[in-house]
């Protein structure tokens, strides 16, 4: 309860005190406001950057993987071909796996031409498969599809993001570390001047 005459007699409550800002905080060393402002630069960089730095690299893979697919499919033709020997069995649980093969089909000259491609394991003698040749007239892989191209542009932004992730948190750590080996040094020099003081008290 307040008495007459006092400076909250008038008020029923306290006046606002005012408290330093968090710039003005007497106890922030100058490596505590390096590491703050390190720390929301890295924030910015992780921010802006992460996203440039990933879908700028996913698009650069795509725009490059699009070329391959264009060349591919202009250098390669499909064709139907004929198994001329038995592909080995799968085993129980592995209808999917592939085994090599020989195969026959006629060429464009009118000649008959025999080959090694690869078809589904168990695949048995005289069923037609489509297989692919190059140029030269000889047995290839597939080219490459726009569905490749997409797997390998996300592949490439992602894998971009893990790294400027992983620069930026490499960067914190290290700029941190050497900050705190400053902090222990100055630590280490001020303990030096306090010690004897500060020891003597207990030798009276």
Known sequence: MSTPGSPYASSPHPPHQKHPSKGANPLRRTSDRIESWF??????????????????AGLTAYEASMRVVQAQSAQRQAITARVVSDAEGARDGAEDVMQRSQVRWTGKDGKERTGTATVKAGTPKGVTVRVWLDRDG????????AVNATATAWLAGGMTAVTVAAGVLAARAGMRRVLDGRRYAQWDAEWDVVEPSWSGRFRQ
């Not at 720390?39 to 996203?51: E, Y």
Request: net charge positive; charged share 5%; hydrophobic share 60%.
């Open 138 to 145: 000889t047995i290839t892989s597939p080219p490459m599809t």
């Open 39 to 56: 720390f929301r630069f890295l924030m910015l960089v992780l921010a802006l950057g992460l996203p440039a730095a990933s879908v700028g």
